[in-house]
């Protein structure tokens, strides 16, 4: 099936980068629930409901925590709820604060969303842009971190029955500094590998599988034109000293559905894959 | 179930110290009279000038408010019942003698640009030190003002270090 | 067309007494599979080094190497890096990449050529061997087999004229090599590439090759036509290393074609066919020291189980070897046994506690930088084992440095002093050569003796039925067939050693080299 993850990843990190800059810059509880509903939605649909829904709880606490951590911080707006000492806690303060929490939540929802679209294929490919050596190191270095981890378990396991005398911290740095030597020694032979096969030569490329299709280029110039109308159509809020939402004028409500629709994007792009391939499915 | 515990803890022993009141008990308490008394003024004079839209159009916040006060109170405390007993909003940071105001009737620093802010000055002067460590002489005459250029709109020159 | 000709050459590492290579001559025409064997030290790596400038070590060389008629040295970077490949033995370590296609393309990167194209040679290779299920996965997915592969693979799609291998299957299981060698066999066969492969486990590539040079002491012993040499080296030691059907060639003095593979070693062996019957040693039953009853285990929650039901009775002072093919769980089995890891259903009753395991790869026991220091670790008076595991005069050096047979028998010695009743092994012979896997067998044999038990997980048919007493075969999470060595290898279809195969029909129970010539000698005698 035809997910959103397949895009480009220039497609794909543009689109996480526009959403997630907008919703910070232009701090706006329409936005940040916008944002919020999207980044939510999107990761229902792209990782293990139960776990995304487990996550929301934590996620709700830390939006609740911000929301009553800024009154005590920020005494300003006009409708004093109550006072402590002689700070007054207001109810914009408040309004501010769930609308901070939202922009936050969102943001760290979209980074969850991004770790899991975004894997280390499409930073290698992002790298090899940069530079193909850059890559090459990155690549290695996600080869190679697991497999010390690795050694570093068995090597850990097999100096067990040694130790009775010495102390765990002992066992582990002792081990630690094999594992090291170890990867030492097969650094040669790595070594080895790469001159073998000319990495001493001058002009490096980097490979990628890939391809940036018709598709790609439709989906980002909707990302940026989508972007581009809402950056200029944005809708001001004010919070202090009494809130008042924007006027519902038309630029206020271009702007809202062109963020809105970003925002939406990956969820929908997901979900109407899954009904075209049941909808193909059936048709067979 | 532990972290929690202590999260709760470190919240109570927060607020301990702390007298929670309503808007109406906190603005109706009315001060203890006294007979040495100071006049506050404040007054966003160059504020009303920067927002050209008319977002402020009153200077005076507050005029020549008389305030008694007791032996060792401060600026700070005077401007405190000032504000409290004209219901006017503000915001401040710090306790002890390095309290510094932010803002008043939600006119807050850098509100009009990087150099804007509240200053006074007590008897025409302007101290160096943070408006606690001011004691109250009797008559004291404290303005407050707003300015939008480090104080040179205000007439308090700033001379650096 | 001449690949490599080599003349007079020789060469000495720097600060070295001895020269590593002397006077070598040779020549290896275009499309040539060249066998080079020798002992350890025989200057095989070296060797195979001097063709391969990027990997030529630093010392005082003399004599001249020609690369398709042109001096090596005059060689381009660029051509150095693409005409000649160079696979090495340890299939993890020369892998670059974190994915197989970035694997592939890495040679082509080097070469600075675009994306198109590096896309279209990496998926002819990778579809060629086998390897388009595996093209996104991770290298660090793959079996050892799959992984060695992989680097041939990559070498390939750089398009080489010749391609160099120093013992490509050292560390892979029986069928993961052969595997290899068959992939290596339709390079050859399919694309004329030019083959130098050096090995040391002899019964599957020698009749690959057609032509073989026999290395001793950095000079050259001997080189020709793989039957020719096999006669030649009768009476050497590393005669041990040739297929069983040359040994026994050799054996019976016969003369003609020295026969290399298991069909024409029966056609030789069905004269000699007799009655005469191996007798092995049946152990005693009546201690057992560790019983598994119907162990179930998986993984993931979610996973597949890798145990279904497992039994296992192992009794005290046998030496038992745990045969399957890769992921069937033997090393699962020896972790649960070992109490690594904990089975869902079933019951381990272990009758001694004193278990020590050798990890797959025994450099794990080893912490400290020198061999005496980690021996000492254990026990202060370790002087009489490390005598007895011959290695004193190697205390001095670090773990790291020793040969694959030192280090085993050093991992053995360390095991040792902390007084165990069974030792488990796991993948003991792997990497090791023929003689010192051997003088493990021997060492463990001898161990068994004095009363340990031994529980060795191992691919190896030949170690298995040369010194197990029993033998398992796992399948299907469960032990299938069970029996002594002699009966397990005679009966058994597929998984049965070179010498089985051979003498199969012929004699009974004869399932080495040693039994085959022990019938041979008796039927002599009728």
């Known amino acids: 099936m035809n997910t959103f993850r ?53 996620y709700f606490i830390l939006l609740i925590l911000i929301a009553v951590t800024n009154p005590l911080f920020s005494h300003n707006g006009a409708t004093a709820l109550f006072f402590i000492n002689d700070n007054r806690i207001t109810l914009e303060a408040f309004i501010y604060g769930v609308t901070l929490g939202m922009a936050v939540v969102s943001v760290l929802y979209w980074f969850r969303c991004f770790n899991e679209v975004f894997d280390s294929e499409k930073y290698l490919y992002v790298f090899g842009r940069v530079s193909p050596k850059l890559a090459l190191v990155f690549s290695m270095t996600l080869r190679f971190v697991p497999e010390l981890i690795g050694s570093f378990k068995s090597v850990n396991a097999s100096q067990k029955r040694f130790d009775k005398s010495r102390g765990r911290l002992r066992r ?67 919070y202090y000293p009494t809130f008042c939402p924007p006027e519902l004028d038309l630029r206020t409500v271009i702007g809202i559905i062109s963020f809105g629709a970003l925002a939406f994007i990956p969820f929908v792009y997901e979900i109407s894959e899954e009904i075209r391939w049941k909808l193909s499915l059936s048709k067979i | 179930m532990k972290k929690l515990s202590a999260l709760i803890l470190i919240i109570v022993l927060l607020f301990a110290g702390c007298s929670v009141k309503s808007a109406e008990d906190y603005y109706g308490e009315t001060q203890k009279p006294s007979d040495k008394k100071v006049t506050v003024s404040v007054n966003c004079r160059t504020a009303v000038e920067y927002l050209k839209d008319g977002e402020r159009v009153n200077p005076d916040i507050l005029k020549d408010y008389e305030v008694g006060f007791k032996n060792g109170e401060t600026v700070f405390d005077a401007l405190k019942t000032a504000l409290k007993e004209n219901r006017i909003q503000f915001d401040y940071n710090g306790s002890g003698d390095s309290v510094y105001i932010r803002g008043i009737d939600y006119l807050y620093e850098f509100d009009c640009g990087d150099t804007s802010g509240w200053e006074f000055s007590v008897n025409g002067k302007f101290p160096s030190v943070g408006c606690s460590a001011v004691k109250l002489n009797d008559g004291d005459k404290i303005s407050w003002l707003y300015t939008c250029d480090l104080g040179a709109d205000i007439g308090n020159k700033y001379k650096g270090n | ?112 050529l675009d994306n198109k194209v590096i896309r279209a040679r990496v998926s002819e290779f990778a579809s060629y061997f086998g390897l388009s299920g595996d093209f996104r996965k991770k290298t660090a997915s793959l079996s050892g087999g799959q992984k060695q592969l992989l680097n041939l693979a990559a070498v390939m799609a750089m398009e080489p004229e010749v391609i160099i291998l120093d013992e490509p299957t050292s560390q892979l299981d029986p069928i993961s090599a052969s595997e290899f060698l068959d992939a290596l066999r339709r390079v050859n066969e399919d694309f004329g590439k030019t083959m130098i492969i050096a090995e040391h486990h002899l019964s599957e590539v020698f009749k690959l090759a057609d032509k073989v040079l026999c290395l001793e002491n950095g000079g050259v012993k001997a080189c020709g036509k793989p039957s020719e040499l096999a006669a030649f080296l009768k009476g050497e030691r590393i005669e041990q290393t040739l297929p069983v059907s040359a040994r026994i060639f050799n054996h019976l003095g016969l003369d003609g ?157 360390k095991l040792m002093l902390t007084k165990p009743e069974v030792l488990l092994l796991d993948e003991a012979t792997k990497g090791l050569d023929s003689f010192a896997k051997n003088e493990l067998g021997a060492f463990l044999r001898a161990l068994t003796n004095e009363g340990l038990t031994v529980l060795c997980v191992t691919h190896d048919l030949d170690f298995a039925a040369e010194f197990a007493d029993r033998c398992g075969l796992l399948f299907d999470g469960g032990i299938t067939v069970e029996n002594y060595s002699n009966p397990f290898f005679s009966s058994n279809a597929f998984y049965i050693t070179q010498s089985a195969k051979i003498s199969r029909g012929i004699f009974t129970n004869a399932v080495t080299y040693d039994d085959i010539i022990k019938c041979l000698d008796a039927g002599d005698g009728v």
């Open chain 3, 1 to 112: 067309m001449e690949t490599f000709s080599v003349k007079n050459l020789s060469f000495k590492f720097n600060n070295a007494a001895s020269r590593a290579l002397s006077d070598i001559n040779l020549s290896v025409s275009s499309g040539e599979f060249l066998l080079v064997i020798g002992e350890s030290g025989s200057g095989k790596t070296t060797l195979l080094r001097m063709f391969k400038n990027e990997l030529r070590p630093k010392g005082e060389l003399s004599g001249e190497i020609l690369f398709l008629q042109k001096n090596i040295d005059e060689l381009s970077d660029n051509d150095s890096a693409a005409k000649i490949g160079y696979i090495a033995q340890n299939p993890d370590a020369q892998i670059v990449s974190d994915r197989v296609y970035g694997e592939l393309a890495f040679g082509l990167e080097s070469l600075g």
């Open chain 1, 172 to 238: 582990y740095l002792s081990s630690f500094s094999a594992v090291i030597g170890q990867s030492l020694e097969d650094a040669v032979i790595t070594s080895d590998s790469m001159n073998a096969r000319g990495f001493n030569l001058k002009k490096r490329t980097s490979f990628s599988r890939f391809r940036f299709t018709f598709y790609d280029a439709v989906y980002l110039t909707v990302f940026t034109v989508l972007t581009a109308v809402a950056a200029f159509n944005t809708a001001s809020f004010e």
């Open chain 3, 257 to 413: 074609g020295c026969p290399l593979s298991v069909k024409e070693g029966r056609a030789m062996l069905g004269e000699y066919k007799n009655n005469h019957q191996i007798s092995y040693k049946e152990i005693k039953t009546d201690k057992k020291i560790i019983d598994c009853r119907d162990l179930w285990f998986r993984y993931d929650k979610n996973g597949s189980d890798i145990l279904k039901g497992c039994d296992l009775s192992v009794y005290q002072g046998e030496f038992y070897a745990l045969l399957g093919e890769n992921g069937c769980g033997k090393s699962t089995l020896l972790n649960l046994i070992n109490g690594s890891v904990k089975q869902y259903r079933g019951k381990i009753r272990r009758f001694s506690d004193r278990l020590a395991c050798l990890p797959q790869n025994p450099r794990n026991l080893f912490v400290k930088d020198k061999l005496g220091e980690d021996l000492e670790m254990v026990n202060n008076s370790y002087k009489e084992l490390s005598d007895k595991f011959n290695l004193s005069h190697l205390l001095d050096r670090h773990p790291y440095d020793l040969s694959g047979g030192e280090l085993q028998r050093a991992a053995l010695c």
């Open chain 1, 6 to 58: 397949n895009l480009h990843p220039v497609t794909l990190l543009c689109c996480f980068l526009y959403i997630t800059v907008f919703s910070v810059f232009n701090f706006n509880p329409i936005y940040s629930g916008l944002s919020l509903c999207g980044a939510f939605l999107f990761a229902l649909v792209i990782q293990d409901k139960k776990a995304v829904l487990r996550s929301f709880i934590g």
